[in-house]
């Protein structure tokens, strides 16, 4: 079975600072892969998925994300990062049996310094 | 864009109770829907897929018969906690997905939480 994990459960950055999230995934074929945005007292938001083709992504609010087979990882990148950016940040795997059905790793939760 | 729409988004109610979450999807049919369960500081676990006309399908642990998925139309799908304890409390999240884009990407409702006294 696939799993996904997330190697830090909190990080603290400066304001302008650059950013980058671990996630490391377990799945013996091509995974789909997902990070996702939750803030308080709102639903689950798409950063970016990365299916196939080139493996650097490019999401919204200017996130980025590289696909890295041979690590089996999928860190999440911003060149700098907003206060409005903290959040609790999940990294996610397609089951392979679709897409749709996904499992999330435990999360990274990101405090921001102004 | 789409929207996932759950209610309620707090609940309060007495051990012994059952409490019933909606989860509708605004603008768009949702042919599969998926419940997850988040608690406190913690991952967000996939309970069941709740799947149009038919039976949901638990994951391994999920007590079905505690856990009561309904998904009666394209647009509604209910998770019924029965006979609720304390220890059921927690953040309670659906999801849908917007079937005939070709992006198949899941859109999230902003969760329920439930409180058991």
């Known amino acids: 079975a696939q799993s996904v994990t997330q190697p830090d459960i909190h990080i603290t950055v400066s304001e302008g600072a650059s950013l980058e999230l671990r996630c490391n995934y377990s799945?013996?074929?091509?995974?789909?892969l997902f990070w996702y945005v939750q803030s308080p007292g709102q639903g689950l938001q798409l950063l970016l998925k990365?299916?196939?083709?080139?493996?650097l992504v490019q999401g919204i609010k200017g996130f980025e994300a590289e696909f890295k087979r041979s690590q089996s990882s999928f860190n999440l990148r911003k060149p700098s990062v907003h206060w409005s950016d903290a959040a609790e940040y999940f990294c996610?795997?397609?089951?392979?049996?679709?897409?749709?059905?996904?499992?999330f790793g435990p999360g990274t939760s990101l405090s921001v310094i102004p | 864009g789409a929207v996932v729409s759950q209610h309620p988004s707090r609940v309060i109610c007495k051990s012994g109770t059952s409490v019933k979450i909606e989860c509708r999807s605004l603008?768009?049919?949702?042919?599969?829907m998926f419940w997850y369960r988040q608690f406190p500081k913690k991952s967000l676990m996939l309970m069941a897929t709740?799947?149009?006309?038919?039976?949901?399908?638990?994951e391994q642990g999920v007590e079905k018969d505690k856990f009561l998925i309904n998904h009666a139309s394209l647009t509604l799908s209910t998770l019924t906690v029965t006979s609720a304890h304390p220890e059921d409390s927690s953040f309670y999240i659906c999801?849908?997905?917007?079937?005939?884009?070709?992006?198949?990407?899941?859109?999230f409702g902003a969760g329920s939480r439930l409180t058991v006294l």
């Open positions: 999801s849908a997905t917007i079937q005939g884009t070709g992006a198949n990407v899941l859109t």
């Open positions: 799945y013996g074929a091509t995974p789909y």
């Open positions: 990365y299916f196939s083709g080139d493996t």
């Open positions: 996610a795997v397609g089951d392979g049996t679709s897409y749709d059905k996904v499992i």
């Open positions: 603008d768009f049919q949702a042919t599969t």
């Open positions: 709740s799947n149009e006309g038919s039976k949901a399908t638990y």
